[in-house]
């Protein structure tokens, strides 16, 4: 077997070479199932999920009150990076429109833009404190299917977390 150009696999009860991928050894018999298994490359840590979300890179979203017209709020969309505006009333969020709002509820609508945008946002959108886990971060994000979801201290909006920066923080910590 010494010139088979396919990989090889050791017995390792034996020494005898296999064909890379056999289940049992031509030899002995043993089985070699989770012996040519690789090795899990993770380097992050159980704990790395446990660092508050303010680990991540976020930005305070562009903002606007229940009362603009869509067309301002998607101009305040537009203005920023995250591709999201949180609507707040009296300093409390009380909404979200984000890009897939404006094509799935708004777009082809006639005579949409001069509409308030509490007609079309998302109404008390899922938020994250600062200091919650990442864990929670992305099992919100991937349960519920979400983007972006606003950041809060003490009840006040100081963020954003977007698919986007969790995915960052993610990439860096597993594969950086």
């Known amino acids: 077997m010494a010139n088979d150009p396919r990989n090889i696999l050791i017995c390792p009860s034996c020494g005898?070479?296999?064909?890379?991928?056999?289940?049992?050894?031509e030899h002995c018999t043993a089985d070699l199932r989770s012996v040519d298994?690789?090795?899990?490359?993770?380097t992050a840590?159980?704990?790395?999920?446990?660092?508050?979300?303010s680990s991540i890179r976020f930005e305070r979203?562009?903002?606007?009150?229940p009362t603009a017209t869509v067309r301002e709020a998607v101009?305040?969309?537009?203005?920023g990076r995250t591709g999201a505006v949180v609507v707040l009333d009296a300093g409390r969020i009380s909404g979200i429109l984000t890009e897939r709002d404006v094509l799935k509820r708004i777009a082809g609508l006639a005579d949409s833009s001069a509409a308030p945008v509490s007609e079309f946002m998302t109404k008390d959108p899922v938020t994250l404190r600062h200091n919650?886990?990442?864990?929670?971060?992305?099992?919100?994000?991937g349960e519920g299917g979400f983007?972006?979801?606003?950041?809060t201290q003490d009840g006040q909006l100081i963020g954003i977390a977007t698919a986007r920066d969790v995915m960052a923080w993610v990439l860096g910590k597993y594969f950086g």
């Open 75 to 79: 101009d305040a969309m537009l203005g």
């Open 37 to 42: 298994v690789p090795e899990s490359t993770q």
């Open 16 to 25: 005898t070479e296999n064909i890379e991928g056999s289940d049992t050894c």
């Open 45 to 53: 840590t159980d704990s790395d999920l446990a660092l508050p979300v």
């Open 132 to 141: 919650d886990p990442m864990a929670h971060a992305l099992n919100k994000m």
């Open 147 to 151: 983007r972006h979801i606003p950041i």
């Open 61 to 65: 979203p562009p903002t606007v009150p």
